[in-house]
């Protein structure tokens, strides 16, 4: 299940869009940092839920523009997915994990400085995302939103608090 494919059709619920007027709202609402969103990729999904029956084209503009909107089916879709995405724990995977796996394969030294420079830019994402709180509300974005980079927030943080902490374990010889 993808979630750029629920996200458009939950964009598509409070009527019909073009494909930049779903980019453009899924970019206001910062989707491509806490939901993995390419955004040349809507084009093709929009396409295809049209195809698949859940999205009805409604005008071939000029210039491409292509305005969509949801099936009665498209409806459906949305709310089983939702349900889902609501009820279903999914591992979240992350590279870095895998990293962690192979974190013996590094001097102690070296692993060091790849620790720390990581949680700098933990710190760094962490600031960038609280600074975006709120922000986007000025521009039309629904509050809960924001829950979103707060999720993000808290769960950057809880990796800089493992990293810090890992950092005294290596240079104590208790890690690797």
Not at 3 to 29: M, Q
Not at 42 to 70: C, F, N, P, R, W
Request: proline share 3%; charged share 20%.
């Amino acid at each position: 299940m993808s979630s750029t494919r629920i996200l458009i059709l939950g964009t598509l619920l409070d009527g019909p869009l073009h494909g930049y007027e779903v980019r453009r709202r899924l970019e206001l609402w910062g989707a491509s940092h806490w939901a993995n969103v390419a955004f040349g990729s809507i084009y093709h999904g929009l396409a295809k839920m049209a195809d698949e029956g859940l999205l009805t084209v409604i005008e071939q503009g000029k210039g491409g523009k292509t305005s969509y909107e949801l099936t009665e089916d498209g409806r459906m879709e949305f709310q089983r997915q939702l349900l889902t995405y609501w009820w279903e724990i999914r591992p979240i995977v992350d590279p870095f994990q895998v990293a962690l796996t192979f974190m013996n394969r590094l001097a102690p030294a070296d692993l060091v400085v790849a620790m720390e420079a990581r949680a700098e830019q933990l710190r760094a994402a962490i600031s960038m995302t609280e600074r975006a709180l709120g922000g986007k509300q000025a521009f039309g974005a629904p509050r809960h939103v924001d829950e979103c980079l707060r999720l993000n927030t808290a769960q950057l943080t809880a990796q800089l608090t493992w990293v810090n902490e890992a950092v005294g374990r290596v240079k104590n010889g208790e890690l690797p």
